[in-house]
């Protein structure tokens, strides 16, 4: 079965963040991922979960980041993973009453994903945004 996975980020100056969501069972860290209906593509699955599941609306960045596999339903799930750079994030969205959702820097992003394949798969979209993930931007805290 096919999935498809979005990376939301934003980035205010030199700071980048990423938007984790928890999951609708164990409640751990992740990203917005479903199931890739018939007439769609990974790539709108991904921007459609997002809104879905987090209240974000963007864009996606470039090619895929890669894609990683799991087990549940009794069946393998394959995921492909999107960078989605984040333009809108609603108050409400039809999920907010079951997931939170999280802006983490990488670093901290990085330490709350449980799944190796997901902090690999932030890594590669770190490197894809630029390398000043985890600069806080000059001047004053606002």
Do not use: N
């Amino acid at each position: 079965m096919q999935q498809a996975c979005a990376i939301p980020f934003r980035r205010a100056d030199a700071l980048v963040e990423f938007c984790l969501i928890t999951t609708s069972g164990k409640g751990t860290w992740s990203f917005p991922k479903g199931i890739i209906d018939p007439g769609e593509t990974a790539a709108e699955t991904a921007l459609k979960e997002s809104f879905e599941e987090a209240g974000l609306r963007g864009t996606i960045v470039g090619p895929p980041l890669g894609s990683f596999a799991y087990h549940k339903w009794e069946t393998t799930l394959e995921v492909t993973v999107w960078l989605m750079h984040v333009t809108e994030a609603a108050a409400q969205w039809p999920e907010s009453s079951v997931r939170q959702r999280r802006w983490a820097e990488l670093s901290e992003a990085r330490g709350l994903l449980e799944r190796d394949a997901l902090r690999e798969l932030l890594d590669r979209a770190a490197e894809r945004i630029g390398e000043h993930c985890d600069r806080r931007p000059s001047g004053p805290p606002t």
